[in-house]
T-cell receptor, first 114, second 116 residues
Framework: KAGVTQTPRYLIKTRGQQVTLSCSPISGHRSVSWYQQTPGQGLQFLFEYFSETQRNKGNFPGRFSGRQFSNSRSEMNVSTLELGDSALYLC?????????????FGQGTRLTVV | AQSVTQPDIHITVSEGASLELRCNYSYGATPYLFWYVQSPGQGLQLLLKYFSGDTLVQGIKGFEAEFKRSQSSFNLRKPSVHWSDAAEYFCAVAPRRGSTLGRLYFGRGTQLTVWP
């Protein structure tokens, strides 16, 4: 069974540009969440999608947005990039199941803003 | 507000020694509890989880964790550490929401160094 796939693995962008990251969840998983990981702030929750609907959102500016498609694949977009957006972006998928569920993480996309 | 505390930023142990990584959480009700491990430049791998039942849970790679409700703790242990265990370890909690997992709240992580 394939795991969570994130593309691309590495990205270098210039300040002011925008970027789109992609996440393909495990087959059958309808919940996808995104996290930002930085040395200074640790792992911070961005948003969660379930069946194409945003179910939860973290405390990030509106420059950060996401969406989920009917096949559960998800994308996140960051517009007007800032140096501080440099981070490892992790996607996780989960199979919502009462009493026994867990989040499976992808290997992440390393974004560097220069 | 929910919070997860991992008081040890960095721990160094010798190979073969025992290990305990601490985790305390602050939440109104007992949440779902998890330990993840992360190798450099990689994603997070689940070591073990606690949902209910036996408060001592077994995970992969010889790890175990004990949930103590009275202390709001979920400490990770391993009786004998291997050099390959060197990594960063994250404790995480998720509020109980029926069948949905929802967002995870992470601790700041504990970096484990293993001396040969």
């Amino acid at each position: 069974k394939a795991g969570v796939t994130q593309t691309p693995r590495y990205l270098i962008k210039t300040r002011g540009q925008q970027v789109t990251l992609s996440c393909s969840p495990i087959s059958g998983h309808r919940s996808v969440s995104w996290y930002q990981q930085t040395p200074g702030q640790g792992l911070q929750f961005l948003f969660e999608y379930f069946s194409e609907t945003q179910r939860n959102k973290g405390n990030f500016p509106g420059r950060f947005s996401g969406r989920q498609f009917s096949n559960s694949r998800s994308e996140m977009n960051v517009s007007t990039l800032e140096l501080g957006d440099s981070a490892l972006y992790l996607c996780a998928s989960s199979l919502d199941r009462a009493g026994d569920t867990e989040a499976f993480f992808g290997q992440g996309t390393r974004l560097t803003v220069v | 507000a929910q919070s997860v505390t991992q008081p040890d930023i960095h721990i160094t142990v010798s190979e073969g020694a025992s290990l305990e990584l601490r985790c305390n959480y602050s939440y109104g009700a007992t949440p779902y509890l998890f330990w993840y491990v992360q190798s450099p430049g990689q994603g997070l791998q689940l070591l073990l989880k606690y949902f209910s039942g036996d408060t001592l849970v077994q995970g992969i790679k010889g790890f175990e964790a004990e949930f103590k409700r009275s202390q709001s703790s979920f400490n990770l242990r391993k009786p004998s550490v291997h050099w390959s265990d060197a990594a960063e370890y994250f404790c995480a909690v998720a509020p109980r929401r029926g069948s949905t997992l929802g967002r995870l709240y992470f601790g700041r992580g504990t970096q484990l160094t293993v001396w040969p």
